[in-house]
């Protein structure tokens, strides 16, 4: 199975900056797509924005221009620059790798506010 650790949740205020990091373990991570979902309170879960094996990129409407994500294979990671954040980004933030199997992080919460 695959393990995902996730860092780099926090507290930012409006416009300010932040990069969610998730770690990989347990399987070859080059070979899953990647992803990240949020949820906020009282809503779905959402795709974020997405890397497939082949660092082919999809992104949600709501975060293009503002969001990149990223993979690095040889450390198992995929982390997401979130740039010009809104207090709308507020969510709990969920790393997903989905291949031979699905797996999910454990979540961290992202608070923007003032």
């Known amino acids: 199975q695959v393990q995902l650790v996730e860092s780099g949740g926090g507290l930012v205020q409006p416009g300010g900056s932040l990069r969610l990091s998730c770690a990989a373990s347990?399987?070859?991570?080059?070979?899953?797509?990647a992803a990240w979902y949020r949820q906020a309170p009282g809503k779905q879960r959402e795709l974020v924005a997405r890397v497939n094996s082949g660092n082919t990129t999809t992104y949600a409407d709501s975060v293009k221009g503002r969001f990149t994500i990223s993979r690095d294979n040889n450390k198992n990671t995929v982390d997401l620059q979130m740039n010009s954040l809104k207090p709308e980004d507020t969510a709990v933030y969920y790393c997903?790798?989905?291949?031979?199997?699905?797996?999910w992080g454990q979540g961290t919460q992202v608070t923007v506010s003032s």
């Open positions: 347990g399987r070859i991570f080059s070979r899953y797509s």
């Open positions: 997903n790798a989905a291949g031979p199997g699905h797996y």
